[in-house]
C-alpha cells in the first residue's frame, strides 16, 4: 500500500495521500492493512471490504471500517 526509499527520498502511496494525512499517519495505516491482508483472517476483510459505509474517514475507526474507509472522501 505505500513504500518509502529513504535514499531517494520519495514515497509511493496506493490511491495518493489525503491532504488531512501526514507520511507519518500514511504509514501507519498502510501497515495496519498490510498486517491484515497478511493474516490467517484475511477472508474477512475480502469478504467485508466493499461498501459505503463509513463514508468518511475518522481517527476512532476500527476493525474493517477501518481498514476500508478512504480518507478522501
Known amino acids: 500500500m505505500l513504500h518509502h526509499d ?3 527520498g520519495f ?3 496506493h490511491a495518493g495521500l489525503p491532504p488531512q494525512w501526514d507520511i507519518a499517519l500514511a ?3 498502510a501497515a495496519e ?3 491484515a491482508l497478511r493474516s ?3 477472508g474477512r ?3 467485508q471490504m466493499y ?3 463509513p463514508d468518511r474517514w475518522r481517527d476512532d475507526l476500527g476493525g474493517t471500517e477501518r481498514l476500508r ?3 478522501t472522501r
Open 40 to 42: 490467517e483472517h484475511s
Open 27 to 29: 504509514r501507519r495505516c
Open 69 to 71: 474507509s478512504s480518507p
Open 51 to 53: 461498501g459505503n459505509q
Open 11 to 13: 514515497t509511493m502511496i
Open 33 to 35: 492493512l498490510e498486517s
Open 45 to 47: 476483510l475480502f469478504a
Open 6 to 8: 529513504a535514499a531517494l
